[in-house]
């Protein structure tokens, strides 16, 4: 399941969770709307990863502040901080290894 963020204190709640994934989305862009289903598969088959969409432009200040100038952007957060060292974009997307190993790193023990 995929949480729509729409202000400030809904971004500040998703990233305190263990882990969250955010993706900066734009309605009218052709690669948000390409990756969406994927994102939404992603969101039901690791579903106790936390996955997020966030508008870019009814949340211009939150996509500034978090550096997303490629929509759409990932950035995967835990506990408040970003834990993968870069953002993914649609020219590189989040690796489904990647989210293996936080749902692992997280979750399984």
């Known amino acids: 399941m995929i949480t729509e963020i729409n202000s400030v204190e809904q971004f500040r709640q998703a990233i305190t ?3 969250s994934i955010i993706e900066y989305h734009a ?3 052709g690669p948000c709307k390409a990756i969406s289903p994927t994102f939404t598969q992603l969101s039901d088959t690791y ?5 997020y969409r966030l508008d870019v432009d009814e949340c211009a200040q939150l996509t500034q502040d978090a550096g997303a100038r490629m929509y759409p952007t990932f950035i995967v957060y835990s506990r408040g901080q ?6 993914f ?3 590189t997307p989040i690796p489904p290894s990647t989210l293996f ?6 979750f399984i023990s």
């Open 47 to 51: 579903s106790k990863l936390k996955f």
């Open 89 to 91: 974009t649609s020219l």
């Open 101 to 106: 190993t936080l749902y692992s790193l997280f």
């Open 82 to 87: 970003k834990v993968c060292p870069h953002l």
């Open 17 to 19: 969770q263990e882990v």
């Open 27 to 29: 309605s009218w862009s």
